[in-house]
């Protein structure tokens, strides 16, 4: 299909490609969200240690935000997303391994090269917005990110059967999850490198900047923060996809430790793990549609007050009461959708093409540090104060980020 195609006969093709990717590796990575605290636990005989596993996935993902980001300035996503699923594939390997091997560097290297599949899914949210109109885009960008309802509600209730197949296998049964993580990881490369074609984001530059134009130049990251700081609306927008991630990968990775205090079953933190994302995605729509029509900062401060709502219930929850748990795990995660949609809605439709791909991939990186600081954090705040203390501590940043919005919708 030539690039030469109009922009929204190509978007429709595109949007269901990025669209069955989420399903798929959602059902892959969803499953190791909570077994990855729990075998990092069992081969280390430490609490203060389970989150370790979010915090090394969270940092591979920062780790590869820029990477992709520089892959999609000399080739587009699809040469971006298919790499960082490819390279999450191979950390499938080295987590299994170092699971049966009970050694924790093998296993962590590997939790680190599968946070290379969540920079790919964050970046999918970009592309979906790579053809858009402005009145569709937080549309198309929910829309995507709603795609990974079914594979990520689905995957974390895997956890028991893949851990069968594991043992069957002759495998730690906690292992389970990073098998299905592996087959489900290649059939998304598979599916983004086949079908991602024309690519969303070159067709983008072609259609605005004629066909031979030079790609944009990588900009230094000091120079994209200035750039970012100098447009109130895309500070904003870096401010929410920020905060409101740090909150709830700090909250949910360490939900399940708190629950197994009580000898909770694997079955039931994976229903609890399964209903918080089941509020991240499944609602999305609903957030794009209300980012066009109310605004983005209108639709940040949503997600704050959602947000706090969460560490309040949640927090105030005894490990065995797993509805209050599921309740306060489901605002939290639909008060991050507010804040990722909104806030990367915000921040893309704020900068210019020439700073498209340097701004969003520094975004990405900037929301997973933010997260690997709050998932190291919240294992040391759980194992002294508790995980009261540690909701409560989270909601910080959020009331920040709160006020900053308020000021910026009242400026204008």
Known sequence: MPRSIAPHEIQPRVLRTLALTQSLTGVGVGSTVAAGGLLVAAISH??????????????????????????????????????????????????????LFKFLPLMLLGTFMIGASSAANYQSRFAAADLSTA???????????????????????????????????????????????????????ANIWWRLQPDPYLTHLDRTHGE????????????????????????????AIAIGHVAMVSIMVMTPVHMSHVDVSLTIIGLVISVHIFGMYAFSPLVGRLSDRLG????????????LLAGITAGSADAMNASQLGVGLFLLGLGWSCTLIAGSTLLTESISDEMLANVQGTSDTVMNLSGAIGGACAGLIIASLGYGWLCAIASIPVLVLGSAATRRAVAG
């Open 296 to 307: 983005r900062l209108k639709v940040i401060q949503i997600g704050v007050i959602l947000l």
């Open 135 to 189: 009145e569709s885009r937080a549309k198309d960008l929910s829309f995507v990110v709603w795609a990974s309802t079914i594979g990520a509600v689905l995957g974390p209730n895997l956890m028991a059967p893949s851990g069968r197949l594991a043992v069957a296998l002759g495998l730690p049964r906690l292992t389970g999850p990073y098998i299905l993580a592996c087959a489900m990881l290649l059939l998304g490369a």
């Open 46 to 99: 430490s609490e203060s240690l389970a989150g370790l596993a979010q915090t090394f996935s969270v940092l591979g993902a920062a780790a590869m935000a820029l990477p992709l980001a520089s892959l999609t300035r000399r080739g587009g996503r699809r040469l971006a997303l298919s790499t960082g699923y490819a390279i999450a594939t191979i950390g499938t390997f080295s987590a299994i391994a170092g699971g």
């Open 212 to 239: 031979y134009a030079a790609r944009p130049a990588k900009i230094p990251a000091r120079d994209v923060f200035s750039y970012v700081r100098s447009i109130p609306n895309a500070a904003v927008g870096l401010s």
